[in-house]
């Protein structure tokens, strides 16, 4: 059964909204670990806009599970990745006009850049886990890059509407998760999955770990933290056959 990460950037979104002090991510953090997350996951963006520095530091102090910092690929976050030494980054692209990421890390046409960043995390003891589209060259390249996982992103599964697109997609993942265990490595998945389309994701076999943030926090509004992190970790703790 997969792992259940919470991303809790929108926690710090709500809080920059005022440039204020609550609410706090950290606090968000310790609510999630004590409602059964299995993971906390975080992006320290380039422009700051939503996570801080002060945020991942703390939370590197008090937060008791796998701690998985999403990042670029700038020298600026790589050094302080390697300083607050998370148990995992995810490498992910970044553009600064974007809402959310809005597609998988191109390994393929940067392998040798990927390749460098993952080596300096490996070496430091940190897990590399790349963010890429459920496509044969993207899984080849990030296995040839000798990241211990991938994350595939769930974008175009969760944005169908369609049944024809919904299979279409879902096969993507299916296939795209047996590929990554076939080359060696760790497959996660994440990116719009809710409550409502994550259960057939859960069930894939031998996919390790959902990182879910929007649709939780969302839903904390309605019901409190701790209910919707304790309602989301229920369905996507499912048995595999």
Do not use: C, M, N, Y
């Given at each position: 059964m997969p792992q259940l990460g919470v991303n809790i950037?929108?926690?710090?979104?709500?809080?920059?909204a005022r440039r204020g002090i609550e609410p706090d991510p950290v606090?968000?953090?310790?609510e999630a670990q004590l409602a059964?997350?299995?993971?906390?996951?975080?992006?320290?963006?380039?422009?700051?806009?939503?996570?801080?520095?002060r945020d991942l530091r703390t939370m590197k102090d008090l937060v008791q599970v796998k701690l998985n910092l999403e990042m670029a690929m700038s020298d600026e976050i790589i050094a302080i990745a390697l300083d607050v030494h998370p148990d995992q980054v995810t490498?992910?692209?970044?553009?600064?006009?974007?809402?959310?990421t809005e597609g998988g890390l191109d390994v393929a046409g940067q392998e040798v850049r990927v390749t460098k960043v993952t080596r300096t995390f490996s070496d430091a003891g940190i897990e590399v886990s790349l963010f890429i589209d459920p496509e044969p060259a993207?899984?080849?390249?990030?296995?040839?890059?000798?990241?211990?996982?991938?994350?595939?992103?769930?974008?175009r599964y969760a944005e169908a509407r369609e049944q024809a697109d919904l299979e279409a997609t879902f096969s993507e993942l299916a296939s795209g998760t047996r590929a990554a265990i076939d080359y060696g490595m760790v497959c996660h998945a994440g990116h719009g999955l809710n409550y409502t389309n994550v259960r057939p994701v859960a069930?894939?076999?031998?996919?390790?770990?959902l990182n879910i943030?929007?649709?939780?926090?969302?839903?904390?509004?309605?019901?409190?933290?701790?209910?919707a992190v304790a309602e989301m970790k229920d369905l996507v703790t499912v048995?595999?056959?």
């Open positions: 950037d929108h926690v710090a979104t709500l809080r920059q606090w968000a953090a310790v059964g997350a299995d993971g906390i996951t975080l992006h320290l963006r380039e422009d700051r806009r939503h996570i801080q520095d490498l992910v692209p970044e553009k600064r006009e974007e809402i959310t993207q899984i080849e390249a990030s296995a040839r890059s000798k990241a211990a996982a991938v994350e595939l992103h769930t974008g069930e894939i076999p031998g996919l390790s770990e943030g929007h649709s939780i926090i969302s839903r904390a509004v309605f019901v409190g933290l701790q209910q048995s595999q056959v």
